[in-house]
């Protein structure tokens, strides 16, 4: 070995024996240590990175949805709500997500959360639409709705529901929360049809609760609904309830007729109903409170007074009436209490009271008193039927009726039959001026404007007049003097249009001037409608000649079926159309026999008052002698609904306003007496 090499090497064994002997104690117990250490611990697992963890196994899952439900099914809400909640954070699209959800929501509804609940519910619904726990939440989330007030909310979902795609117990608890929605929105009959349904649908055990809620909402309806809810429904279950409570406030109130028909007709539909014998029982109670009497008639007419002779006229058609009904009647006889209303407005009400205390069905008349009659017959709940050309009396009330030939009937058959039988289109009036020709004149206006003809010339007369050559005159453009230059301005075609006319003759103005020289009439109409009495178109129809007002139609109404008319004006009278309401001359039945009997009975030949009063008590008797009509109520109804009966003065119905509704008789007059036109 050289030199330098045992240098070297001398000096690193001095420093190795130099180290060595500053640090083995510390790596001998080092050493030790880590020989222990190595002999005792388990391996170290070095977790791994979140993304890099290996899927639980499926038992997993399971295992922590089934610690959340047997949390839940002790009882240990809190627990389970937080066990659910960590098994949807883990499996947020797991088999059980849809059941956590709903118990989640459940559970947040038992503590009181409805906010958290619906949220719960929606996420049901909006992540798992084909869960079998869809329609669950539909109606669990209904039901918070409507525990929060939001009503309008639940009617519209439950709108788009389909009843049948629910199962039983959901279905129940749909009506339910729907039917709590309508009611509590004030739609009370809607409420009362899911109650209805949920009644048909449930199991018996389940039936009364819902009974118990229709009967809720019964009791907050007021009468006028619970009549027409009778009316809609059918069904027995829900009609006896309903009846009941109609009739029990009747009872208590001020028109117990109304609730005896209903209860009637429910006794007559569905007798096997009567569930305890209630309805009968109710029944028997109203109809103890009720003087009535359908085989007893009031007739209240002006026997005296004033309006006595067409009083008369009017107790002759019902006395017929009466005897014809009792000759052909096989059951109880009819009677006929009658009153005088004295041509007295306050006497014609005490009429009605009298008649009210006796028990009659109803009334039959008065004329001329007709509105104090009606108003105290409405207050009385009486039917009555006016004969009066009133045209305000029907609208008193549901009561009133009117059987009668108005005004507005007349001109309406007269101008229809002119424009359209007769192709008339230019028509004028000569009128009184007094309320029955100003009634006749506005009317006949507006009827003829109604079927596009032309009102061309209007006049009118005093009522005490009986030289008519002025309105006349004025009519056919002869009254005013024609000044010279109006001539001139006339031949030239320069003058303005209507110049000439007087009121109601514009048309005049077209007339040359020469004609007002030689003194002829401009006639520019080809109908003229006089409404005034047969004594007054006496005296108008020759002067209208004298002023050659010839060839035009002359109309008049009702009152002109006289024979005075024709006597008065003969051969001027001719072919004038004229309205009525009765052919006294008819050969058809059975108006023959009627005019036969009545002239052998009274010795005069019957006209149309005592027809419209023998048709009104015919009608009566026929209503009254119903069996199911046991209350002036429904008699009144049963008036109404009538059909078909074609008496003395044609076909007669009545419009829902009372009205009669009838097509009036047109007749001509022809040589000494009237042709009937239709």
């Known amino acids: 070995m050289n030199r330098k090499s045992c240098t070297v090497g001398t000096l690193r064994n001095r420093t190795r024996k130099k180290s060595a002997a500053r640090f083995n104690p ?16 388990q391996p170290v697992v070095i977790p791994l990175k979140p993304a890099e963890r290996i899927p639980p196994p499926r038992r997993t899952e399971a295992a922590l949805f089934e610690n959340a439900q047997r949390l839940f099914e002790s009882g240990a809400y809190a627990e389970s709500l937080s066990a659910f909640g960590s098994y949807l954070e883990r499996f947020p699209r797991g088999v059980h997500a849809d059941a956590a959800l709903l118990k989640t929501g459940a559970i947040h509804r038992i503590l009181g959360d409805l906010t958290a609940a619906r949220q719960a519910y929606d996420r049901l619904i909006r992540q798992h639409p084909e869960s079998r726990f869809y329609f669950r ?20 979902e439950a709108s788009v529901l389909s009843e049948a795609a629910l199962p039983g117990e959901l279905r129940l608890r749909l009506f339910t929360v729907l039917g709590e929605a309508y009611a509590a929105s004030g739609m009370l009959p809607e409420a009362i049809e899911c109650y209805l349904k949920g009644y048909h649908a449930a199991p018996p055990a389940q039936q009364e609760a819902f009974l118990s809620r229709m009967d809720a909402v019964i009791e907050s309806m007021d009468e006028s609904s619970l009549r027409v809810l009778v009316q809609r429904t059918d069904d027995p279950a829900l009609k006896q309830r309903l009846v009941l409570a109609f009739g029990t406030r009747a009872a208590d109130g001020k028109d117990p007729e109304k609730a005896v028909d209903v209860l009637s007709d429910f006794l007559r539909q569905y007798p096997e109903y009567d569930e305890g014998g209630k309805v009968r029982t109710l029944l028997e109670t109203l109809s103890s409170k009720t003087a009535f009497d359908p085989y007893t008639m009031g007739c209240l007419l002006p026997l005296s007074g004033s309006y006595r002779t067409i009083g008369q006229k009017a107790l002759r058609g019902v006395e017929m009436a009466l005897v014809d009904v009792n000759a052909v009647s096989n059951g109880p006889r009819f009677k006929v209490v009658f009153k005088d209303s004295r041509s007295d407005p306050e006497a014609a009400a005490e009429g009605i009271r009298e008649l009210d205390r006796t028990g009659v069905a109803a009334v039959i008349g008065p004329i001329a008193e007709a509105e104090a009659a009606a108003e105290e017959a409405q207050k009385r709940k009486i039917p009555i039927v006016t004969l009066t050309q009133k045209e305000s009396v029907a609208r008193i009330g549901d009561y009133i009726f009117r059987n009668f030939m108005t005004p507005r009937m007349q001109v309406e058959a007269l ?15 000569l009128y009184p001026e007094e309320s029955y020709g100003k009634t006749f004149m506005n009317l006949f206006w507006d009827a003829v404007i109604a079927h596009g003809g032309t009102l061309v010339g209007v006049e009118s007369y005093p009522v005490d007049e009986t030289d008519f050559a002025g309105p006349i005159k004025k009519l056919v453009g002869l009254y005013y003097p024609v000044p010279e230059e109006m001539e001139r301005a006339v031949k030239a075609g320069t003058a303005p249009e209507g110049f000439l006319g007087g009121s109601g003759t514009a048309a005049a103005a077209a007339a040359p001037a020469a004609f007002r020289e030689k003194g002829d009439p401009h006639i520019d109409f080809e109908a003229l409608f006089i409404p005034d009495s047969p004594g007054k178109a006496g005296l108008i129809l020759p002067q209208l000649a004298f002023y050659d007002v010839k060839n035009v139609y002359l109309l008049g109404t009702n009152l002109w079926h006289s024979e005075k008319l024709i006597q008065m004006a003969q051969k001027y009278a001719q072919s004038a159309l004229i309205t009525g309401g009765f052919d006294a001359d008819s050969t058809v039945e059975p108006t023959k026999s009627f005019v036969k009997r009545f002239s052998s009975v009274y010795g005069e030949r019957p006209g149309f008052m005592e027809a419209v009063a023998y048709d009104t008590a015919r009608i009566l008797f026929r209503a009254a002698g119903q069996s199911h009509v046991r209350s002036r109520a429904g008699l009144k109804n049963e008036i109404l609904g009538q059909t078909g009966y074609n008496g003395l003065t044609g076909p007669t119905a009545f419009s829902d306003e009372g009205e009669a509704q009838k097509t009036l008789f047109l007749f001509r007059v022809k040589g000494d007496g009237f042709v009937k036109l239709r």
């Open 26 to 41: 510390w790596i001998r117990e080092l050493f030790f240590a880590m020989l222990f250490l190595a002999g005792c611990a």
């Open 415 to 429: 101008v229809g039959f002119c424009t359209e039988r007769l192709g008339i289109r230019r028509f004028a009036v």
């Open 137 to 156: 939440a539909k109606v669990d989330r209904l039901e918070i709705d409507a525990q929060q007030g939001e009503h309008e909310r639940v009617i519209q």
